[in-house]
């Protein structure tokens, strides 16, 4: 073989070493599959804002703790949207690469989209409380219960991804295995 012919060989080589598909640019899949299962494991504190204690959490006169519902929600949207342009700047340098990123922010968006509207019903909540303090609290309760259901109208994306690059990456990275086992993926 000619050394005009060894070149390009050697040159996908090192790409294939380096993690990167040819004639792709972006991250590796397994920088893409870290950053979006971190951010997945990270982000679950939606579903962990309908417990019985965040809502008992709720202090002071009714405004207040309409605002500290409010402020909670703001937070796990704030926490949606960082992750979701984590996983955006980290598109990975594979074929349909484009399209595995819309998965996920098609994902956040859905979540997202979904809450700040739950949020700007909570607004209207009245926060005269009553004799037993109530009114707020259940309303907020609610409102938590509906930030986590947004994720029922969200198609779960690690399901959805067809290239195999990536599907092997999110096998063998450990916080992928351990997210990715849990749900029986």
Not at 29 to 35: G, I, M, R, V
Not at 91 to 102: F, H, I, L, R, W
């Amino acid at each position: 073989m000619s050394r005009a012919h060894l070149l390009p060989v050697i040159a996908l080589s090192a790409l294939a070493l380096a993690g990167c598909s040819a004639g792709y640019e972006g991250a590796s899949p397994a920088d893409f599959a870290s950053t979006a299962c971190g951010a997945w494991v990270e982000g679950d504190s939606a579903e962990s804002v309908s417990s019985p204690a965040t809502v008992a959490g709720l202090s002071g006169s009714g405004e207040e703790q309409r605002d500290q519902a409010i402020e909670l929600a703001e937070g796990i949207v704030a926490e949606w949207e960082q992750h979701r342009d984590a996983i955006e700047s980290t598109k990975p340098a594979v074929e349909d690469g484009d399209a595995t990123v819309a998965l996920f922010t098609d994902y956040y968006n859905t979540r997202i989209d979904g809450t700040n509207e739950l949020i700007d019903d909570f607004r209207g909540v009245s926060t005269e409380t009553g004799e037993f303090d109530e009114q707020v609290r259940q309303a907020a309760e609610e409102l938590f219960y509906g930030i986590e259901d947004t994720g029922l109208d969200a198609t779960f994306p690690f399901t959805e991804i067809k290239n195999q690059e990536l599907v092997d990456a999110f096998l063998t990275d450990e916080t992928c295995k351990t997210f990715l086992d849990e749900r029986g993926w």
